[in-house]
């Protein structure tokens, strides 16, 4: 009999073990989704701080560069995509061992990199448009407060609605059209508010040249975004950082030699040196204001690619209007800008159809979280015997 004990309470034991660790399986299932959302909203999280404090930091430094001396455009365009270099340690981290196992759900699918002269027409199309878009905000800088030039940035979230519906089949709803209603309200506020900027001694009619320059450049940004997206999900399909990282480096790359070439083309090479001796705050100060103006810039660019390979080129342009608030408000401590009334009633339209835009956004998330735990009670069952 006591073999037959002995041999029963192995196999009670044996049992319980095996309960045990089905368990344990069952409990690292259930979290493992929880887990890769935590880590997918600590990128989202990382990639907005790059970009709201990269382009609160960038605009400020660039009207610097303006106050203090600094008249060269292509100088000023040229520093908004020379600052690439310092991602290329990160390339030549990531790529190799990311390239070589692409183990993402996406590359499943497909894990053949597109043809070479693909990626070459993408990244020169997309330098090109770079090299436009920086020239333009470089003029828009130039003629305009830069309270006035933040909040006319905040209308690239109404442009890329418009080509994200073309393009990437963004859906309208009544918050989104609300959220365009407003910022179109806000930048027509400022456009008839051109009297109000005289203190700067600006022309009007130099004034009219920078709010035309910045509205293209967001119409431009906004249309480069949309294909940056529709370019991720049809020909590149590679869920990678190293991915993020080569749209932004290479495209960058083509914008620098394109500034450069402006540069020399423009006669304004000439003047750089007298514009350094003479600069408001010394030399030091000229190399540091144009060293940091690039570094921000790029960090901003790396967050904004971020958040169209997380999320959607859309969600990227609503995070870039998270700055809108800040830097008017510094702008005016620094820079001693004008804040009037239109401008403080542009400011809050413009504050209201970033939320707008944000609740639609929550809604939407909440309404696929719904989905999702329909999805799993309705097919629980199946799983548990799966999973035994």
């Given at each position: 009999m006591e073999p037959a004990q002995e041999l029963q309470q192995d196999t009670q034991a044996d049992d319980r073990e095996q309960n045990s660790n089905k368990g344990t399986f069952v409990t690292n299932l259930m979290k493992l989704p929880r887990l890769k959302h935590y880590k997918w909203w600590l990128r989202i999280a990382s990639y907005t701080s790059f970009v709201v404090a990269g382009q609160t930091v960038a605009t400020l430094l660039g009207r610097l560069y303006y106050d203090q001396g600094g008249n060269s455009k292509w100088m000023a365009t040229l520093v908004q995509s020379a600052g690439f270099p310092i991602l290329l340690p990160l390339l030549f981290f990531f790529s190799p061992?990311?390239?070589?196992?692409?183990?993402?759900?996406?590359?499943?699918?497909?894990?053949?990199?597109?043809?070479?002269?693909?990626?070459?027409?993408?990244?020169?199309?997309?330098?090109?448009?770079?090299?436009?878009?920086?020239?333009?905000?470089?003029?828009?800088l130039l003629y305009l407060p830069v309270s006035t030039y933040s909040l006319l940035c905040a209308t690239q979230l109404a442009f890329n609605a418009l080509f994200s519906f073309f393009f990437n089949?963004?859906?309208?709803?009544?918050?989104?059209?609300?959220?365009?209603?407003?910022?179109?309200?806000?930048?027509?506020?400022?456009?008839?508010?051109?009297?109000?900027e005289n203190m700067t001694g600006i022309p009007k009619g130099k004034y009219v040249i920078g709010f035309l320059c910045t509205l293209g450049a967001s119409a431009t940004y906004s249309l480069m975004l949309s294909l940056i997206q529709l370019s991720f999900q049809k020909v590149i399909k590679t869920e990678t950082f190293s991915a993020v990282l080569d749209m932004q480096i290479y495209p960058s790359f083509v914008a620098t030699c394109g500034c450069v070439v402006g540069l020399f083309a423009s006669g304004e090479w000439k003047i750089l040196r007298n514009e350094m001796?003479?600069?408001?705050?010394?030399?030091?100060?000229?190399?540091?204001?144009?060293?940091?103006?690039?570094?921000?810039?790029?960090?901003?660019s790396i967050g904004m690619m971020g958040l169209i390979f997380e999320v959607s080129s859309?969600?990227?342009?609503?995070?870039?209007?998270?700055?809108?608030?800040?830097?008017?408000?510094?702008?005016?401590?620094f820079f001693h800008d004008k804040m009037d009334g239109v401008k403080v009633t542009a400011l809050l339209l413009a504050v209201w159809g970033f939320l707008s835009y944000i609740y639609q956004?929550?809604?939407?998330?909440?309404?696929?979280?719904?989905?999702?735990?329909?999805?799993?009670?309705?097919?629980?069952?199946?799983?548990?015997?799966?999973?035994?």
């Open positions: 061992s990311l390239r070589s196992t692409a183990s993402t759900p996406l590359n499943t699918s497909s894990t053949k990199l597109p043809p070479l002269s693909t990626l070459t027409f993408l990244y020169f199309a997309f330098g090109l448009m770079l090299t436009g878009d920086n020239l333009m905000y470089s003029y828009g089949s963004q859906k309208f709803t009544p918050l989104i059209l609300n959220s365009l209603v407003l910022l179109t309200i806000s930048a027509s506020l400022l456009a008839v508010n051109t009297d109000s001796e003479n600069y408001g705050k010394g030399r030091v100060s000229y190399m540091m204001t144009l060293i940091w103006t690039a570094v921000t810039w790029q960090i901003s859309l969600f990227c342009n609503v995070i870039s209007t998270l700055a809108l608030p800040v830097v008017p408000i510094l702008a005016v401590v956004h929550y809604v939407d998330d909440s309404q696929s979280k719904v989905n999702k735990t329909s999805n799993n009670e309705a097919s629980g069952a199946g799983a548990v015997i799966e999973v035994c």
